[in-house]
């Protein structure tokens, strides 16, 4: 148990659909991550917010929209995606800006399948 | 461009055997962490080395960092079946954000009983 918990932990949608991830840290941490993770592929940084301030968007096509209403809750808003777009969705949080060096702590993931 | 770069891609090995698996990688950096992921399942920290360490060691577990060569390495000691994992290595740009992290494609270690 990191400290970090995702909700659904699987998900099977269509493609005309509209659903959300969502993900909240109980750790008192100031940042939040989305990552993307395919198969034989390095993890894909998404999206980063501090201090629930967007500082990060990786060229991340429009069908992702990104929420954080505070610094504990993180969602991932999804609409219209492709199949191209199922994989393990992974999000993590670390107590930025408390120095140079950055340990982030992931939640167990969500499996989106993309019909 | 591809930061951390890990080899080999996959290493299986007997229980009680060492298991070393290399991460190299592009730009300088401030710290390179290693991180493992059981399947299906969310990262987990293992090391953080800073730039200016060389050797770190937690448990079973010993990391180097050679910032001429710009490598690490991760080293487990009498490997167990409840090693088996991905192991990824992560780097953060020293001349970027302090709070943004670049994975490799990672190791998949398989401990056999």
């Known amino acids: 148990e990191t400290g970090v918990t995702q909700t659904p932990r699987h998900l099977v949608m269509g493609m005309t659909n509209k659903k959300s991830l969502k993900c909240e840290q109980h750790l008192g941490h100031n940042a939040m991550y989305w990552y993307k993770q395919s198969a034989k592929k390095p993890l894909e940084l998404m999206f980063v917010?501090?201090?629930?301030?967007?500082?990060e968007n990786n060229s991340v096509p429009s069908r992702f929209s990104p929420e954080c209403p505070n610094s504990s809750h993180l969602f991932l808003h999804l609409h219209t995606l492709q199949p191209e777009d199922s994989a393990l969705y992974l999000c993590a949080s670390s107590p930025a800006g408390t120095g140079n060096y950055n340990e982030q702590f992931f939640g167990p993931g969500t499996r989106l399948t993309v019909l | 461009s591809q930061q951390g770069e890990e080899d080999p891609q996959a290493l299986s090995i007997q229980e009680g055997e060492n298991a070393t698996m290399n991460c190299s990688y592009k730009t300088s950096i401030n710290n390179l962490q290693w991180y493992r992921q059981n399947s299906g399942r969310g990262l987990v920290h293992l090391i953080l080395?800073?730039?200016?360490?060389r050797e770190k060691h937690s448990g079973r577990l010993r990391v180097t960092l050679d910032t001429s060569k710009k490598s690490s390495s991760l080293l487990i000691t009498a490997s167990r079946a409840a090693d088996t994992a991905s192991y990824f290595c992560?780097?953060?740009?020293?001349?970027?954000?302090?709070?943004?992290?670049?994975f490799g494609k990672g190791t998949l270690l398989t401990v056999n009983p």
């Open positions: 992560a780097t953060d740009d020293s001349g970027g954000s302090n709070y943004k992290l670049t």
């Open positions: 080395i800073r730039s200016n360490e």
């Open positions: 917010y501090n201090f629930k301030e967007q500082t």
